[in-house]
């Protein structure tokens, strides 16, 4: 094994010797982190509209199955605070799953985008609402034997309305 040498720098030295440069550094991080800043559009947060997207890149020799759970919770404290209403607790009794692309899974060397909301709203059930934000969870199956056991369980514990299915 070759050794590497490596060289480090000691900035309290360095910036202790001239004022002017610890200026210049400070003055250097602030346009970088103000530039950064204004580049970026803050999201349309708290609001429906909210959203975030998760990718997954696939970089294994076989197919994976990602599945998005959102978990179980009572009250729920964001939504609470999203409607502005402590008086409800918004709460998900039974766990919601998202299944990504599972008739065939994301290829090799390939990639899926899933934009998630914030929050769904559900109907014919007793829970109102599933929050994808707080408390989320993500599994990733690399067999599709795996993904359907999964899945056949769902089944049989999960409302059908509270299992989406999410295609390319």
């Known amino acids: 094994m070759k050794t590497k040498k490596t060289t480090t720098l000691h ?29 970026i559009p803050p999201p349309p947060c708290p609001s429906k509209a909210c959203s975030k997207v998760i990718t997954f890149y696939n970089n294994t020799p076989n197919a994976i199955y990602p599945v998005i759970q959102a978990g179980i919770q009572s009250p729920d404290p964001w939504l609470q605070a999203l409607f502005n209403d402590n008086s409800k607790p918004y709460a998900e009794t039974h766990y919601s799953r998202a299944y990504v692309n599972p008739k065939n899974g994301i290829a090799p060397g390939m990639h ?14 007793n829970d109102t609402y599933i929050d994808w934000y707080n408390g989320c969870r993500i599994y990733i199956f690399d067999r599709i034997n795996a ?21 390319r």
């Open 11 to 39: 900035l309290k030295k360095s910036m202790g010797r001239s004022p002017l440069r610890l200026g210049f550094f400070l003055l250097a991080s602030l346009a970088v982190a103000a530039n950064a800043q204004i580049s």
């Open 112 to 125: 899926v985008s899933v934009t998630v909301p914030w929050y769904s709203t559900l109907k014919n059930d």
């Open 147 to 167: 993904l359907n056991a999964a899945h056949n369980a769902d089944i049989h514990s999960i409302p059908t309305d509270r299992i989406h299915l999410c295609r």
